[in-house]
């Protein structure tokens, strides 16, 4: 299995960035996904999840109203859209695969792809 991250980059404050993950040898239309991230020095944070038919999807609080998590089950692929990017949005951008548990807990994701940088100025 592999899950592989992109889109990550430098923008300013208040600017937008979409991240993409492409899975690749798993059976993508039965997980759900999710987004995590880790800042430096803090551990890893739930932002956003998205069912395995993308009826339903859950935010952090910190990203509500701001991230949009989406997937394309044809492409297997999911999405992270992130608008109104704040200084405090700065991490490691994680994507991962959930057969069964809670989508708002990392220790229950089955895959994990590498992360990808966003680093927003202030």
């Known amino acids: 299995v592999q899950l592989q991250a992109s889109g990550g980059g430098l923008v300013q404050a208040g600017d937008s960035l979409r991240l993409s993950c492409a899975a690749s040898r798993l059976t993508f239309t039965s997980y759900f996904m999710g987004w995590f991230r880790q800042a430096p020095g803090k551990e890893r944070e739930f932002v956003a999840a998205?069912?395995?038919?993308?009826?339903?999807?859950a935010y952090a609080d910190s990203v509500k109203g701001r991230f949009t998590v989406s997937r394309d089950n044809a492409k297997n692929t999911v999405y992270l859209q992130m608008n109104s990017l704040k200084f405090e949005d700065t991490a490691d951008y994680y994507c991962a695969a959930l057969r069964y548990g809670n989508w708002r807990y990392a220790n229950d994701y089955d895959y994990w792809g590498r992360g990808t940088l966003v680093t927003v100025s202030s």
């Open positions: 998205i069912s395995d038919t993308g009826g339903s999807t």
